[in-house]
């Protein structure tokens, strides 16, 4: 059974820096695009960046140039750098591998961004 499993988030304060971390098993890690989402309460889960199977990153508007996605194919991983976080930044967020035939989800992790 695949699974993504995130960590990394928690509480930090406006300006502050967090690094999320996916780690993916029982898939073939290299030939997903992987990308992170997030959903804040009562908001629709949005796409905040993906990463293609040869490393091409887009982000949404709202963090270009605040957050940087990247992956390790030799450990399953895909990473989230969060810099300069703001409030409206806090939100569920989500890892999701996928390509043409398969979705994977992870089950989140809470980023709350308050002073």
């Known amino acids: 059974q695949v699974r993504l499993v995130e960590s990394g988030g928690g509480l930090v304060q406006p300006g502050g820096s967090l690094r999320l971390s996916c780690s993916a098993s029982?898939?073939?890690?290299?030939?997903?695009?992987m990308a992170w989402y997030r959903q804040a309460p009562g908001k629709q889960r949005e796409l905040v960046a993906v990463i293609s199977t040869d490393y091409n990153a887009n982000y949404a508007d709202s963090v270009k140039g605040r957050f940087t996605i990247s992956r390790d194919n030799a450990k399953n991983t895909v990473y989230l750098q969060m810099d300069s976080l703001k409030p409206e930044d806090t939100a569920v967020y989500y890892c999701?591998?996928?390509?043409?035939?398969?979705?994977?989800w992870g089950q989140g992790t809470q980023v709350t961004v308050s002073s």
């Open positions: 029982r898939i073939f890690f290299s030939r997903y695009n």
């Open positions: 999701n591998s996928a390509n043409a035939m398969y979705n994977y």
